[in-house]
């Protein structure tokens, strides 16, 4: 840990019906940049129940966020708000095993911070420049995603779509699959992790990163290893 860690103990989420779903996939698809904690953009989230009936689904997300719109299984719900615990109570209960899917759109801005486990995002100076990373562990996701922070469970694969400005990169758990050139000039980073993952190691960098890639070459024989 690092040294200005301090533990603060948590017995549980900070809602018990987080208990009710364990989530298999989440679809991240954000604007960020490396200036501001400034964000807006959607997050899919894919789960099952895990309890003999599920009346309403429960997640976290900061309340400095403002939520555009959720679509519960395409149908278009609306969340109530308590501190950090946002509720959308269904139409009808899901029953055990059944697998749903809650779209969350989004945009706001937390406070900035500027050291390690305080805040969700920070901002930082490397050198001349500017970075913003986010450090979730370990009950700071919320600060940024709408999430379920459970030690419990792991996620069992991540898709990080990542729009960021002109000349700034966007780094990632898991495999750079695609960088996609868009008419506005920013880049949007598609990253993928498909091995179980805690929510609180999920992150996002961005900043005028320099790609550093090269090919290691095998001695004897031709093959060769990025």
Same mark, same amino acid.
């Given at each position: 840990?690092?040294?200005?860690?301090?533990?603060?103990?948590?017995?549980?989420?900070?809602? /018990?019906? &987080?208990?009710?779903?364990?989530?298999?996939?989440?679809?991240?698809?954000? =604007?960020?940049?490396?200036? /501001?904690?400034?964000?807006?953009?959607?997050?899919?989230?894919?789960?099952?129940?895990?309890?003999?009936?599920?009346?309403?689904?429960?997640? &976290?997300?900061?309340?400095?966020?403002?939520?555009?719109?959720?679509?519960?299984? +395409? =149908?278009? %719900?609306?969340? @109530? @708000?308590?501190? /950090?615990?946002?509720?959308?109570?269904?139409?009808?209960?899901?029953?055990?095993?059944?697998?749903?899917?809650?779209?969350?759109?989004?945009? +706001?801005?937390?406070?900035? +911070?500027?050291?390690?486990?305080?805040?969700?995002?920070?901002?930082?100076?490397?050198?001349?420049?500017?970075?913003?990373?986010?450090?979730?562990?370990?009950?700071?996701?919320?600060?940024?995603?709408?999430?379920?922070?459970?030690?419990?469970? /792991?996620?069992?694969?991540?898709?990080?779509?990542?729009?960021?400005?002109?000349?700034?990169?966007?780094?990632?758990?898991?495999?750079?699959?695609? %960088?996609?050139?868009?008419?506005?000039?920013?880049?949007?980073?598609?990253?993928?992790?498909?091995?179980?993952? &805690?929510?609180?190691?999920?992150?996002?960098?961005?900043?005028?990163?320099?790609? #550093?890639? #090269?090919?290691?070459?095998?001695?004897? +024989?031709?093959?060769?290893?990025?």
């Amino acid at each position: 840990r690092h040294s200005g860690y301090h533990a603060v103990a948590k017995t549980t989420i900070a809602d /018990t019906a &987080e208990n009710f779903y364990d989530i298999s996939y989440l679809k991240f698809d954000l =604007n960020m940049s490396n200036v /501001t904690t400034a964000l807006s953009g959607s997050v899919s989230t894919t789960a099952k129940v895990v309890v003999n009936s599920m009346n309403k689904y429960v997640f &976290e997300l900061d309340p400095a966020y403002t939520i555009d719109s959720i679509r519960f299984n +395409g =149908n278009l %719900v609306t969340a @109530t @708000t308590n501190n /950090t615990v946002r509720t959308i109570n269904l139409a009808a209960a899901l029953s055990l095993n059944t697998v749903f899917t809650a779209l969350v759109y989004y945009h +706001g801005q937390t406070v900035p +911070g500027t050291n390690f486990f305080t805040h969700g995002i920070v901002l930082a100076q490397a050198g001349s420049n500017q970075m913003m990373y986010t450090l979730s562990d370990m009950y700071l996701a919320k600060d940024w995603w709408p999430c379920k922070q459970s030690l419990i469970h /792991t996620i069992d694969s991540v898709d990080m779509w990542v729009t960021v400005p002109v000349n700034k990169k966007a780094g990632c758990n898991g495999l750079l699959k695609h %960088v996609k050139l868009l008419s506005s000039g920013d880049s949007r980073y598609d990253w993928k992790t498909h091995y179980p993952i &805690e929510y609180y190691l999920i992150s996002v960098h961005v900043a005028p990163y320099r790609d #550093y890639s #090269y090919y290691m070459h095998f001695t004897p +024989g031709p093959d060769s290893m990025l």
